[in-house]
Structure formats: structure tokens, C-alpha cells
């Protein structure tokens, strides 16, 4: 081991540990004071500066969670989480991608909003990974006419298909419009409004929905799915043929045969016009 | 002396960091700007609204590279992913060089996000130097290094920060990004004289410059970028242009961003500077 990775060890120790938390012993330890502040004032900068940083990171990526649980419970969990679990990637951008998880582990952080709480986490999860996932090349309209019982299809890799048990798509709809109201700092809103966001969240019923998440000229939507159409990409997305996809996803549906025909003529339009189905990379 | 092999022989002018709230502004007006350096991380993407429109903006402008997550002098080895990413971006932009900070900010896999001070030790400034080396060549376009500001510095420390600098560029045989506004927050900030750092940096590695506004708080500065240049590192960067010539220089702009034309009129200030005689060193 190195002295470098040693020294670096007790840095970034102290630096990441919780904000409540001392770090003069390693700060006097390890940085000089000068003629205006001490050594542990000096490594605070950097301790403040780490947390308020990754902190207003989770805070604009998680609006939804925020709102669910309220300020003070999120600034909780967000803090527990960060902790347990801080940045392994050099991009802030996946700071949340093993928050569900997480929380599954330590669900006293969302209470009686738990279920809740992991839907919204799962939506705004899948918001950040459409937002800027790969595009492949789509099949149009045209080339739905080749198609075979055989062939392998693809989604594109930035449509994310979920099931939840609670509609948190209009719950973020409503956010967002709330947001661009009162301008992007969500901080700014007034707590009066935000208070009635949470209270209008926290009265939200169950009500199972299927949902894709994806883009459109790089503007991120959420697409409400008939539970028939959602097995059937969620099959095409496991790699099975058009085939044995409409044999295992359709064997259950509720839709009488003429009319699941229809259905199904009308859900490869759409998928066509949204281009949400690719060739499967080789 | 203003295009070297460091930044691939070019002699660009006065650029801008390229940051979102001016995307609308530069595509839609297409003002006449000399290049515009980019973040790399940010779009260090699979696909998405970020890689569009720096798609755009290179069929217009110049562009720059510049990173604050490669992490040189973090003990650990550089960090593979990264660099596929960042060569993929490098590929797409074409940059004539590359920089990023001569600092670290992980350990362990853990990542800070911050730019943190190195402990000015030979041990450091060979890994910082061997890394730095092992970047090139795996990325194929020259590097230049930045020095950061700094809030702090250690007891192990056995060199000032300039002849640290002077130790990796010269075991790494790279280029500098010479910031000089750090240079004076961290003068402030630790005591040094200013002028002695530039004097003491070798000017015919100088590749670019960086120039930003910063905040004074009552025992310290910070780096805050969200301010004109101020009059001393003005004066610095006077200094500066007199020992290394012109060169390709950058203002950072990053919080509570002005308008594009606030923004590029500040950097513009720089051009009074850029014609005078150089002071060739004895």
C-alpha cells in the first residue's frame, strides 16, 4: 500500500463521513492551520462543500420522493443513504441508481409511504435513464410488413417499462407543472404550496398501472400500457421472438380474438410511430 | 509562444465554457465566438438532448475538452470505463487537446466529486505523473493539467505547489492549464506570494488558460465562478500573458450564469491583453 493511498483513505474518510460527525482529530492530524482558521475549519470546507454537493445532486433527481415524504424525512433519508451508499461512478448522474434497492433494506426511512415511496423511486429512476440512454436505429411502419413469427425485436434502450402499484406518472406530471410554475429551484416554492403537494401525495389510493418511460425529440414522457401490451414488449425485451412473445404474454388475455387482433395491429403502429422497436443487436 | 505540442500545435483565442443556459442562444443566433470548451462528463452519454446538441454546436464551433472526474493523483489506477467514454467523446469532438485537474477526488472505487488538494510529496507526483501518461496514451491527444484552488494543505507536503506542478508535467511530459484565478485564491487562501507561482511554472508548457470570478468570505476565498474576473488575477493574467505569450484562454462562468453576451463580453476582456510584448526570462 502506498503512503498516497493511505493519506487519501483518511482524507476522503473524514471529508464523506456524516456532517454531524467531528473530524478534528484526523483534520489536526493531517492539515496545517494557518493564521486565520484551524485545521479542522480548513478540511470543513471540503466536508460542507462534499455533502451540499451530493445533496442538491439526489435533491433535483428525486423531486417526487421529496414530495411523498416531505422535507425533513427526505433530507433523512437522502443523508442515511448517501452515507450508506455514496458515488461510485465519476458522474453524479447515477448517485440514486441503487436507491430502491436501498430503501427495500431500510424501509423506516419512508414509513407508511414505503410502497409509495419505491414507485416514485422507480419512475424517477426511469426518467434519468431516458433522458439520456442510447438510441438505436427504429423500424418504421414500413418494416413492420416483413415482419416474421421468427425474427428477435429489441426496445430501444431508452424505454423503460415498469409496473406499479400506485399511478405516481400523474403525481410527477402534477410536480413538474407545480416546478415550472414557481421557476426550477423547488426549494423556492412556497412551503404553503409544497405542503399541499404533500398532503395531495400522501392521500394518493393504489391503483396498479403499467407505464413505459421514454423520449420523444429529447423530452422524457410517461406513456400509460394496457397490461397485454406491456407483457408483450416486456417479452420482446427479454430476447424472445415475435412469436413466442404474443404465445407467452397474450395466453392470459381478457380480450376476445378478433378484438386482441385489433389490439395488437394497433400497438405495433404505435410502437412503429414512437420508434420504440429496433433490430436486435447482434 | 501560442500554439505548442501540448495543445496540438493550434493558436485559438478567446473562448467560453459551453454551459446549458446559453444552448438556445448559440443555436438559434450563432454568434461569433473562437471555441467553446465542454465538460466533458457531461457528455460522456449514450445518447440523449446533451450529445444533440453538442452535435450542433461542432458543426459551428471549435471545441475543448475539459474534465473534472479523471482524477490523476488519486492513488487508485485510472478508471477504465472512464477513459472508454471519455476516447468514444474524443473521437466525436475532435479536441486538439485535452485537459483536466491535477488533483484527486476518490478512493476505493468512492468518489467525492470535489477537486481535492494533493499532498505535494514526490511520491504523489510520480503516480500523478505515470497516470497522466498512461491517459495520453490510451487517448491519443496531448494533456495538459490544471492546477486547482485549494482551501487546505497538509503537513506531509515536502514541495510548494508550483514546483509539484513543475515535478508531474516534467515526469509526465505533459501540458498545463494554467488557472489563474486559483492561483490567486490559493494565494490568499495559504499566504504564497502569486507572482512567485507564475514565475516558477515552466511557460513553455503552458497549453491554456483559465480565467474566473471568485467570492471572499471573512478568513477565506472561494472558487465560486459566478462573479467577473476580479482586478488581481486580471493583473495575474496580465503577468501571465507577458511570460508565456498568448495563449488559447477560457472563461469560467458556472453559477448564477448572465446572459450569453454578459458572459462573452467578460471573456472578451481578455483580448487587451493578448497583443502585448512577451518578456523572455533570462
Request: charged content about 25%; overall charge negative; some cysteine.
Amino acid at each position: 500500500m502506498t503512503n498516497l493511498l493511505e493519506f487519501q483513505r483518511r482524507v476522503a474518510g473524514a471529508v464523506m463521513s456524516p456532517l454531524n460527525r467531528s473530524i478534528s482529530a484526523e483534520a489536526n492530524q493531517l492539515v496545517k492551520p494557518n493564521d486565520r482558521l484551524t485545521s479542522t475549519e480548513r478540511l470543513n470546507i471540503y466536508h460542507r462543500q462534499y455533502w451540499y454537493r451530493i445533496l442538491d445532486s439526489f435533491n433535483e433527481d428525486f423531486p417526487g420522493l421529496c414530495s411523498i415524504l416531505g422535507e425533513r424525512a427526505f433530507e433523512r433519508l437522502s443523508r442515511a443513504y448517501l452515507a450508506d451508499c455514496p458515488s461510485q461512478s465519476f458522474t453524479l448522474r447515477n448517485l440514486g441508481s441503487r436507491l430502491a434497492t436501498w430503501l427495500t433494506e431500510h424501509p423506516e426511512f419512508a414509513g407508511q409511504h414505503f410502497a409509495l415511496a419505491i414507485d416514485m423511486i422507480r419512475l424517477e429512476w426511469a426518467h434519468i435513464d431516458a433522458f439520456d440512454s442510447a438510441e438505436r436505429k427504429a423500424l418504421g411502419p414500413e418494416d413492420l410488413l416483413e415482419l416474421g413469427p421468427e425474427l428477435r425485436l429489441a426496445l430501444q434502450p431508452y424505454v423503460r417499462l415498469l409496473a406499479l402499484r400506485y399511478p405516481v406518472d400523474d403525481l410527477r406530471v402534477q410536480l413538474n407543472q407545480h416546478l415550472n410554475e414557481h421557476g426550477a429551484a423547488s426549494n423556492a416554492v412556497s412551503r404553503p404550496a409544497r405542503r399541499h403537494i404533500v398532503r395531495r401525495f400522501a392521500r394518493l389510493k393504489p391503483q396498479p398501472i403499467f407505464l413505459a418511460v421514454h423520449r420523444v425529440d429529447f423530452t422524457v414522457y410517461y406513456r400509460r400500457l394496457d397490461a397485454d401490451e406491456f407483457r408483450l414488449l416486456e417479452s420482446f425485451g427479454e430476447g424472445q421472438s415475435i412469436g413466442q412473445a404474443l404465445d407467452s404474454a397474450l395466453a392470459g388475455t381478457e380480450f376476445e380474438p378478433a378484438e386482441l387482433q385489433q389490439k395488437i395491429q394497433t400497438w405495433f403502429a404505435n410502437w412503429a410511430q414512437l420508434g420504440w422497436l429496433s433490430s436486435r443487436p447482434s | 509562444m501560442p500554439a505548442n505540442r501540448f495543445n496540438g500545435q493550434t493558436d485559438f483565442g478567446i473562448g467560453i465554457g459551453l454551459r446549458v443556459p446559453h444552448y438556445q442562444h448559440i443555436l438559434e443566433r450563432r454568434p461569433v465566438v473562437d471555441w467553446f470548451e465542454i465538460i466533458s462528463e457531461n457528455y460522456m452519454l449514450d445518447g440523449g438532448r446533451p450529445l444533440a446538441i453538442l452535435d450542433r454546436i461542432l458543426e459551428q464551433y471549435r471545441v475543448v475538452q475539459h474534465g473534472v472526474s479523471m482524477y490523476f493523483g488519486s492513488a487508485e489506477p485510472l478508471n477504465r470505463e472512464h477513459l472508454r467514454r471519455l476516447k468514444a467523446l474524443v473521437k466525436r469532438t475532435k479536441t486538439p487537446w485535452l485537459t483536466d485537474h491535477l488533483c484527486w477526488g476518490s478512493v476505493d472505487g468512492r468518489y467525492t466529486h470535489d477537486l481535492l488538494p494533493m499532498p505535494y510529496t514526490f511520491e504523489a507526483a510520480e503516480i500523478t505523473a505515470r497516470k497522466v501518461r498512461e491517459a495520453r496514451d490510451f487517448l491519443e491527444v496531448p494533456i495538459a493539467v490544471e492546477n486547482v484552488s485549494s482551501y487546505a494543505e497538509f503537513h506531509i507536503s515536502e514541495m510548494t505547489e508550483w514546483e509539484f506542478l513543475n515535478e508531474v508535467v516534467e515526469g509526465a511530459d505533459c501540458g498545463i492549464l494554467l488557472d489563474v484565478n486559483n492561483i490567486y485564491v490559493s494565494s490568499q487562501n495559504h499566504g504564497f506570494d502569486p507572482y512567485d507561482y507564475l514565475n516558477g511554472v515552466p511557460a513553455e508548457r503552458v497549453a491554456q488558460i483559465h480565467i474566473a470570478g471568485h467570492s471572499k468570505f471573512e478568513k477565506y476565498i472561494l472558487d465560486t465562478h459566478d462573479h467577473p474576473v476580479l482586478d488581481p488575477v486580471w493583473k495575474l493574467y496580465e503577468h501571465a500573458i507577458r511570460r508565456v505569450g498568448p495563449t488559447a484562454t477560457l472563461l469560467e462562468w458556472d453559477d448564477r450564469i448572465p446572459s450569453f453576451d454578459e458572459v462573452h463580453a467578460e471573456a472578451r476582456k481578455a483580448e487587451q491583453f493578448i497583443g502585448i510584448p512577451v518578456v523572455v526570462s533570462q
